[in-house]
């Protein structure tokens, strides 16, 4: 009883834990960890460690490593031909955020035509739909519409760049950013040139805070709605 | 759900499948293994594949009589996890001489950042910094039994040393270990 010390401790330590001494060893080793602190400490220690590590996650297999493994040994896998994992493999497009954009652009410039053009998709008739009577309905309201909407875009663009010049150390938040692009899909085919060649401006540019630059893009834009007004509402005539 | 042995059996006839499945079934072990011995994702991942060549090439020398197929998979990645140890020791002793230049220190450091594996979790992270720390003796001792859950006699047949040895190395490992991470600042808690 007397001759067990921190060495016999140290020792015994893993053993005791995993509860494998005898009973006398376990008594002795008990008493000598309740009255010295270092191995008192040590058991803690090491019971608290063993016990974290059996309780770690293995990590995850790199996913590139099985095919990489699978390539270096069997060499070139031929694709895989079966029929279901294929098809899984192509879901995932749909959900990209390109895709899911485009979609819903489509499907918004759809009702944003047909309620502008005056069909309401609910009184659908089979008529309505003929070339003929889109074109007559559109026509009437198409121009006056366009030219609104059109300076709407405008003028989202016009508050969104001063906005990001204003506060150039903002970080340009993606959702934003789409806001003017579906738009210009929303126009009908006729765009005009000087509207087409100004694409959505870009937030990351260069963020000055200079006033210049402010100035000019207000007088910029200003020209254009006026250019876009003056094409959209009265028939270009002669100077 | 096959069992291991018959899917030797499959990839000594040559059934592609079969090897397939096998590789699925213990990469990840042989991965987990591989990282927490060199704390370096690339590092397990190259070790990972090499473990595999050597698996798939000498399959044919494997007998179940020797032991389930996991233990000598384990084997053959030990075996291969001191070679390397063996092979890059002068790197890591070159590494360690530049340690001690002051000027190289950013550097050094830099290229020392556990990598983003390592950082998962916190906890992991740092188990991993204080593995490092050991012996490779010692430490692959602790990461067979605590964090790949091997019994004793499987430790043996794997490092091919008496259960004696086997536990004391053990032993001497996890409280080492749990000095260095006291020293690192880390409390384990239980
Ligand atoms: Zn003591």
Redesign the pocket.
Known sequence: MTDW??AR??ERLSDYLEGILSLAEAAEFST??G??????K?VKQVRGLVHQMSALDALETPPQLIPKIIESTLGPRRKQSGGWQRWFARVPQFWQPQFAMGAITVAATILIVLYTTGISPAKLKKADLSPANVFRTANRQVHLTYARSAKFVNDLRVVYEIQTRLQPDAEPSPAITPAPAPQPNSQPPSVNPQEKSQTSPHPSHSQSRNGAMLASLLHRNWAENVGVIVIGDIPRSPR | MEPDAQLVQGCLRGEGPAWEELVRRHTRRVFNLCYRFTGNSTEAEDLSQEVFLRIYRTLASYRPAFGAFPTWLTSVTRNLLVDHYRRTRRDRLTDSIEDAMPKLENKQSAARTPDKLALLSELSAQLQQGLSRLSPELREAVILRDLQGLDYSEIQTVLEVPEGTVKSRINRGRIELARILEEMGLRPQN
Request: net charge negative; glycine share 8%; with cysteine.
């Open positions: 010390n921190c401790s140290e000598h960890a009255s010295c602190d270092a191995c008192g040590l």
